[in-house]
């Protein structure tokens, strides 16, 4: 019991370790998140829109459920 109970904290660990990771890479600009991808269709356009962000923007990840442009 107590070995599967550890099993499961344990991957659940290693998802939230693997997510962060892939959210916050070194090197590359900061998220700001403008809203729901369904109310933006083309993200990234909309975030290279005079005066926006010239590094565009994406859908981010883990339900690609928010358009975030790069800073």
């Known amino acids: 019991m107590a070995a599967t109970f550890l099993s499961v904290v344990f991957?659940?660990?290693?998802?939230?370790?693997?997510?962060?990771?892939l959210l916050f890479t070194p090197g590359e600009g900061k998220?700001?998140?403008?809203?729901?991808?369904?109310?933006?269709?083309?993200?990234?356009?909309w975030c290279k829109s005079p005066g926006g962000y010239p590094k565009g923007g994406q859908c981010v990840p883990p339900l690609y459920q928010f358009c975030c442009c790069i800073e």
């Open 11 to 21: 991957k659940i660990l290693v998802i939230a370790l693997a997510s962060s990771s």
């Open 31 to 45: 998220n700001v998140c403008q809203g729901k991808c369904e109310d933006i269709p083309n993200c990234d356009k």
